[in-house]
């Protein structure tokens, strides 16, 4: 082991390069933002200029250069206190006062990061994800560290890897999975990791670093990582296995997990796409499919000491499974719709957003919705079925509508805002008599005529299927 170690140390990064850009990869967000440290918060003592054509060592990530644009990734990005309380507010004071022992326990191997804090977050088909935020100290250090090795080992990734990568989105995983289907590929096989983040197993993964940096303090550092612990309820917890999701480093390190699949499916001439955990392979046959199936889930078990999840793995036609939010339409040219289950989730939050009993005037509750919505559409714009998207709209307004009924409670007031808005005595005096609930008076003639689509526009609503690019 001594004498693998001293070759290890002699041996060049085969890996470097000079293209690429480093991006803040944080668990929480598909892709962070990135701006300049306001506070002009200057990190003392940093040494030499980053060369990505030169070995990696401890002393290019301690870079001035490349901690400063750390510090400034890491306050843009924000994001919750860890175990000790430090907001990102306090981190560029902190780092003045101590830098100089931290630097220097980085550069002799002693660094010990502190326990991530164990946080939950709903998830979209039920149950809770376990995020472990680390503190933001480690968080800047995690993010230089990220900054260092994400230009050397980013061009050895797969093509075919979009998740938590520089120039690389979603959209473009649905895209070119929906150009698989379009070419004949009509079955797919979809792989379900069973807690992938929690099981990464850590000999393994150390393994492939080994192979990509040479020195052992960068290898040291980055196990101290994996191995921090977690703090749950004031309790501390050893972590034997995993990379917890929160941290910068975390998704650099499942892509390199995970790139080792890439290179079996690819050795096997497979069309697949891998957004992170999420992994779509596309075959011409269902029989083809299960074969596959059967293949790579033995492969994930024994090489990569992971778990495939039965129950959310099948192999089925595409327009029946959901892909980062994204479905098809059957056919030999396939459109991008909205999965069922994004819609039915979307549909859930602008119920609890337009709840009859939530007491604000219609301009507040239609500010709110509309700062959802646009986040919304932001990201399922790019489905080819505007229709569907016409019917989300007439719901929304439809509840709106609602909403403004319930809040006109009685006869008299209905009748009062029935007439001030146009409508005939009349068809104002049969609406406000009216028997029916709320939800079915909602699409009356009387109430579209009163509040109509205009109105809500006029308010600042969105229109989706306006949206669709």
Not at 208 to 235: F, H, T, W
Request: aromatic share 6%; charged share 30%.
């Amino acid at each position: 082991m001594d004498a693998r170690r001293q070759k290890t140390r002699q041996e060049p990064d085969r890996h470097a390069t000079r293209h690429g850009e480093a991006v803040s990869a944080d668990a929480l967000e598909h892709e962070a933002s990135v701006s300049s440290n306001e506070d002009g918060g200057q990190v003392p003592h940093a040494i030499g200029p980053t060369d990505q054509q030169a070995p990696l060592t401890m002393e290019v990530i301690l870079d001035k250069t490349n901690l400063q644009t750390a510090l400034s990734r890491v306050t843009a990005n924000k994001g919750a206190a860890g175990v000790d309380g430090m907001t990102v507010e306090q981190l560029p004071d902190h780092l003045r006062r101590s830098w100089p022992a931290i630097r220097e326990q980085l550069l002799n191997g002693h660094y010990k990061p502190q326990p991530v804090k164990r946080v939950y977050i709903p998830k979209p088909d039920g149950g809770e994800r376990a995020l472990g935020i680390p503190t933001v100290l480690d968080r800047f250090i995690q993010q230089a560290l990220l900054q260092a090795l994400s230009p050397r080992w980013e061009p050895t990734f797969s093509d075919h890897s979009y998740g938590f990568r520089p120039g690389r989105s979603a959209h473009q995983a649905v895209e070119r999975a929906q150009g698989y289907i379009t070419e004949g590929h009509g079955w797919v096989v979809d792989i379900d990791l069973e807690k992938f983040f929690d099981r990464v197993n850590h000999d393994l993964l150390m393994g492939r670093v080994m192979k990509r940096v040479s020195d052992l303090r960068i290898v040291k550092l980055i196990r101290a990582y994996l191995n921090a612990g977690v703090m749950e309820d004031g309790l501390v917890s050893g972590s034997n296995e995993g990379t917890s999701q929160g941290g910068p480093l975390s998704p650099l390190l499942s892509n390199l997990v995970l790139d080792e699949l890439d290179k079996e499916l690819e050795k096997r001439g497979h069309k697949f796409v891998r957004y992170a955990d999420d992994c779509n392979i596309y075959v011409r046959s269902e029989r083809a499919g299960r074969r596959v199936m059967e293949g790579i889930s033995d492969f994930i078990t024994r090489k990569l000491k992971l778990k495939v999840n039965a129950t959310k793995s099948a192999v089925d036609r595409p327009g029946r499974r959901k892909f980062l939010g994204f479905s098809f339409t059957f056919g030999s040219k396939p459109k991008r719709r909205i999965a069922p289950k994004a819609i039915e989730k979307m549909k859930k939050r602008v119920r609890e957003l337009t709840k009859r009993t939530r007491g604000v005037d219609a301009k507040r509750m239609v500010e709110t919705l509309s700062v959802y919505l646009r986040g919304w559409i932001g990201y399922f714009g790019r489905c080819q079925t505007p229709s569907v998207l016409d019917g989300l709209d007439s719901w929304i307004r439809r509840r709106l509508r609602a909403v403004a009924w319930k809040q006109w409670k009685r006869g008299k007031r209905r009748f009062k805002e029935l007439t001030r808005r146009g409508v005939g005595k009349d068809l104002a005096a049969q609406t406000a008599g009216s028997k029916h609930n709320v939800w079915r008076i909602s699409r009356s003639p009387a109430l579209s005529m009163a509040l109509p689509n205009r109105l809500w526009e006029g308010l600042g609503l969105p229109k989706l299927s306006a949206e669709v690019r």
